[in-house]
């Protein structure tokens, strides 16, 4: 076992809520997005992680008859969590004649490209990720002893 496993475990109430008080880091990744392989034309996204709250509304704002349209949801989630740049660039937006980012991002990436990108962006706001379980670091620490 890790120290630092063993340090979490032996935290006490006070620990936790202190920890709970600090601030908190919001994951980030940068994906390469290949536009052109002829040309060898790539772009940086970097993408953060999205709160539970923030996915919620973009749900609703995405909703038409109490059906959520997928597509413009994902695309939506792409937006709210791009930090590098504005997919509304009016720019962007002329040059594909849409009138906002979700129909550009909808237009000019691939369906893998968007699969992808909601993907990493899920993993960063904690989604698929495997919580350990006490019981098993427990159980290691017993063994080393």
């Not at 989604?127 to 159980?139: A, R």
Request: with cysteine.
């Amino acid at each position: 076992m890790k120290k630092d496993d063993k340090k979490v475990i032996e935290m006490k109430e006070n620990d936790i809520i202190n920890a709970l008080l600090g601030k908190r880091e919001i994951p980030t990744a940068t994906m390469i997005v290949t536009l052109d392989n002829k040309n060898n034309i790539k772009i940086p996204i970097v993408v953060q992680g999205i709160s539970r709250k923030r996915l919620d509304y973009l749900k609703k704002t995405c909703a038409r008859k109490n059906k959520l349209q997928g597509d413009e949801y994902d695309a939506a989630v792409i937006m709210e969590a791009t930090t590098n740049f504005d997919w509304s660039n009016p720019k962007l937006l002329e040059s594909e004649n849409v009138s906002d980012g979700k129909q550009y991002i909808l237009r000019k990436l691939l369906a893998g490209e968007i699969s992808n990108l909601i993907d990493k962006i899920l993993e960063l706001s904690g989604y698929g990720k495997e919580m350990e379980e006490t019981e098993d670091i427990k159980n290691l620490s017993a063994e080393e002893e």
